[in-house]
Nanobody, 119 residues
Framework: QVQLVESGGGLVQAGGSLRLSCAASGRTFSSYTMGWFRQAAGKEREFIARISWSGVSTYYADSVKGRFTISRDNAKNTVYLQMNSLKPEDTAVYYC????????????WGQGTQVTVSS
């Protein structure tokens, strides 16, 4: 079992930046893919980014490409999401998730952290 805890959310003005962190415990962190998702009020959960176990491979949703960067530090059991040029439409609860058993299903989820971008 893996426990994931997000932090770093908050209120920021449009154009600003935030860095989210997700600390993992349990199974060996370096053995699984990590992803970030978000869910805005009244909307479905949206994939944001993922990073391979080694950190070599990353993939982004078009909505954040060029503005957000996912990274990981396996020595610290932590994955990050650097968010730049934030827009009001980025307002959502952000979740990190771990993927191990399947390439299409995320097995573990954090509790989420709120990001609010004011215009």
């Amino acid at each position: 079992q893996v426990q994931l805890v997000e932090s770093g959310g908050g209120l920021v003005q449009a154009g600003g930046s935030l860095r989210l962190s997700c600390a993992a415990s349990g199974r060996t962190f370096s053995s699984y893919t990590m992803g970030w998702f978000r869910q805005a009020a009244g909307k479905e959960r949206e994939f944001i980014a993922r990073i391979s176990w080694s950190g070599v491979s990353t993939y982004y949703a078009d909505s954040v490409k060029g503005r957000f960067t996912i990274s990981r530090d396996n020595a610290k059991n932590t994955v990050y999401l650097q968010m730049n040029s934030l827009k009001p439409e980025d307002t959502a609860v952000y979740y990190c998730a771990g993927q191990y058993y399947s390439a299409t299903v995320y097995d573990w989820w954090g509790q989420g952290t709120q990001v609010t971008v004011s215009s």
